[in-house]
Nanobody
Framework: QLQLVESGGGLVQPGGSLRLSCEAS????????IGWFRQAPGKELEGVSC???????NYADSVKGRFTISRDNAKSTVYLQMNSLQPEDTAIYYC??????????????????????WGQGTQVTVSS
């Protein structure tokens, strides 16, 4: 049983912060790149951020400087710290895992096709 579970979403006012968690069960995240994606109402799925097995990161331009991705392999958890939230950040946020060989541990992608395991999503609503 391989599973990813997102948590930490909720309602926050503009300018506020949330920290999302993505916890793996049934496996360890050590050898996986992890991506965060979101889908806003009426929009397609969007890559937000990713972190490689070695810890390198990528961010969408829309969240650079506001969001920070990190991982705690001992807890099999990846986090997305979201600061200075805006109404445009309102979406369902998903985490996804991509198993990679050691030669590719420095890489992560923010496109959905290579990711093979997805969580159920957590709702983030930014509203006054």
């Amino acid at each position: 049983q391989l599973q990813l579970v997102e948590s930490g979403g909720g309602l926050v006012q503009p300018g506020g912060s949330l920290r999302l968690s993505c916890e793996a069960s049934g496996f360890t995240l050590d050898y996986y790149a992890i991506g965060w994606f979101r889908q806003a109402p009426g929009k397609e799925l969007e890559g937000v951020s990713c972190i490689s097995s070695s810890g390198s990161t990528n961010y969408a331009d829309s969240v650079k400087g506001r969001f920070t991705i990190s991982r705690d392999n001992a807890k099999s958890t990846v986090y997305l710290q979201m600061n200075s939230l805006q109404p445009e950040d309102t979406a369902i946020y998903y985490c996804a895992a991509d198993r990679l060989p050691s030669s590719l541990w420095a890489l992560c992608r923010m496109t959905s096709p290579p990711y093979e395991l997805w969580g159920q999503g957590t709702q983030v609503t930014v509203s006054s």
